[in-house]
């Protein structure tokens, strides 16, 4: 019985569905936190690809006003906000992302412009 078991177990490993990731943020342009000029565009980047439909972002300013200028952009693993020009202040980028796993994250990325 022993013997079985040791042969079993390894077949039902292999068997065994993928364990799927999570569409997590793992870079961004700019980064949490950052003090920079006003920037052209917003870059965020996710650890898998994500489903477009069912992804994107929002950009606001510290009154929670929608800044996000044009439509935002998912392709693959990226997000993209073209804003225009932002005014010095604070800013927060408001994300939600799905996989191929269909698990929804959300998140938030702060970041300041300087004059």
Do not use: Q
Not at 41 to 58: D, K
């Amino acid at each position: 019985m022993k013997s079985l078991s040791l042969c079993v177990l390894p077949l039902l490993a292999l068997l065994a569905p993928p364990a799927f990731a999570h569409a997590r943020l793992v870079k961004s342009l700019p980064s949490e936190g950052a003090h920079v000029k006003s920037p052209a565009r917003i870059v965020l980047t996710f650890g898998e690809a994500l489903e477009p439909a069912f992804s994107g972002a929002l950009l606001m300013d510290k009154d929670g006003r929608n800044l996000s200028g044009e439509p935002v952009k998912v392709s693959g693993r990226v997000v993209t906000l073209k804003p225009g020009h932002l005014e010095p202040g604070d800013y927060v980028v408001s994300w939600h992302s799905v996989g191929h796993d269909g698990h929804r994250l959300e998140g938030h990325l702060h970041f300041h412009v300087r004059p």
